[in-house]
């Protein structure tokens, strides 16, 4: 039987299995291993800046863990000091910093704001596959981490994006992509560092809005190239709801799932259909014209599903403000 490959987002128990895809990864080298892995769960847990995907093989009736993507929002001041003075061991100071109780991941306030200015920083830690992966199966499982982070992101407006290449075969994968710069091979760190433990194979690479207009048809473009503000201003709690929801979680899974009541869960979709009402009726129409709960839901999703920047944070007070300048 052919295998079947599928995305899915990480639970926190699979990350030790992820992390296992390629250690150097990890960020464990100032920190150690089992106080990397205490970041690494930290890290999942700040869900306003970070998004995981797992691939999975499905083949007799078994699932195997054979792909990985993790990004996170770091705050601005990281982000540029870390282009300005680049140096290996970037996925090792986000972890030790962590550790260490400094992070450098963004706050929530901070997602908010820098989406809303459109400039977003992020971190891709990891993006792995399985080394026994044919070349055909490793294809296979990068297109779906590709369509993985878009569905994950689509909708956040981005000002950059940081990663490291730790080998030449992770190098290799990203040669021929013209949105991506290589910032540094860090050549002049290993001169002034001539005892360095780094392996001489790693390098910084960028994606920024400037990049990406070399390769202005990649899927990735979107996330560069902004268009709509979101109009309906739904709370923090209600965008968590509608991402459940469109992930096919019913009110008692979203309730398990946002640590609230099923009561709050009703509580929120009445604020959800009442928002939506006041500033667009044809899409969530009074109950007096036959449209049911279970049909103003359908139809709302619907809408979010192609209009994700209803579903990430922004300052529509300073929103306004950009919009009037």
């Known amino acids: 039987?052919?295998?079947?490959?599928?995305?899915?987002?990480?639970?926190?128990?699979?990350?030790?299995?992820?992390?296992?895809?390629h250690p150097a990864k990890n960020g464990a080298e100032t920190v150690g291993a089992a106080r990397a892995l205490e970041a690494w769960y930290q890290l999942?847990?700040?869900?306003?800046?970070?998004?995981?995907?797992?691939?999975?093989?499905?083949?007799?009736?078994?699932?195997?863990?054979?792909?990985f993507g993790f990004g996170a929002f770091v705050k601005k001041c990281f982000a540029e000091a870390e282009v300005q003075h680049p140096q290996p061991g970037l996925n090792a100071r986000i972890i030790a910093h962590l550790v260490n109780g400094t992070s450098v991941i963004a706050t929530y306030d901070?997602?908010?704001?820098?989406?809303?200015?459109?400039?977003?920083?992020?971190?891709?830690?990891?993006?792995?596959?399985?080394?026994?992966?044919?070349?055909?199966?490793r294809d296979e499982v990068r297109v779906l981490l590709g369509?993985?982070?878009?569905?994950?992101?689509?909708?956040?407006?981005?000002?950059?994006?940081?990663?490291?290449?730790?080998?030449?075969?992770?190098?290799?994968?990203m040669r021929g992509q013209r949105s991506v710069d290589i910032i540094d091979r860090f050549e002049s760190y290993r001169r002034a560092n001539l005892d360095t433990v780094w392996n001489p194979e790693r390098a910084l690479l960028a994606i920024t809005a400037e990049s990406m207009r070399n390769d202005p048809h990649s899927?990735?473009?979107?996330?560069?190239?902004?268009?709509?503000?979101?109009?309906?201003?739904?709370?923090?709690?209600?965008?968590?709801?509608l991402e459940a929801a469109l992930d096919g979680a019913d009110d008692a899974s979203a309730s398990t799932a946002l640590?609230?009541?099923?009561?709050?869960?009703?509580?929120?979709w009445k604020s959800i259909f009442e928002r939506v009402a006041a500033i667009n009726p044809e899409l969530c129409p009074p109950d007096g014209e036959g449209t049911r709960g279970i049909q103003k839901r359908q139809r709302i999703l619907a809408y979010v599903r192609s209009h994700r920047e209803e579903l990430r944070p922004f300052d529509f007070r300073k929103g306004l403000l950009r919009t009037h300048t």
């Open 147 to 173: 369509v993985a982070y878009l569905e994950l992101y689509e909708g956040f407006r981005f000002s950059r994006i940081l990663t490291e290449m730790v080998d030449e075969v992770d190098l290799w994968h």
């Open 44 to 67: 999942f847990e700040m869900t306003w800046a970070t998004r995981s995907a797992l691939i999975e093989r499905q083949c007799n009736g078994t699932a195997e863990i054979v792909g």
């Open 110 to 137: 901070e997602v908010r704001d820098a989406n809303t200015r459109r400039d977003l920083q992020q971190v891709i830690l990891d993006t792995s596959w399985k080394d026994s992966l044919s070349p055909a199966q």
């Open 219 to 241: 899927v990735a473009a979107r996330l560069f190239h902004h268009h709509l503000d979101p109009q309906f201003a739904f709370t923090r709690g209600e965008q968590e709801l």
């Open 259 to 268: 640590f609230v009541s099923v009561s709050a869960i009703k509580h929120r």
């Open 1 to 21: 039987m052919d295998a079947v490959f599928s995305w899915r987002r990480v639970r926190a128990v699979d990350l030790p299995e992820c992390l296992r895809l």
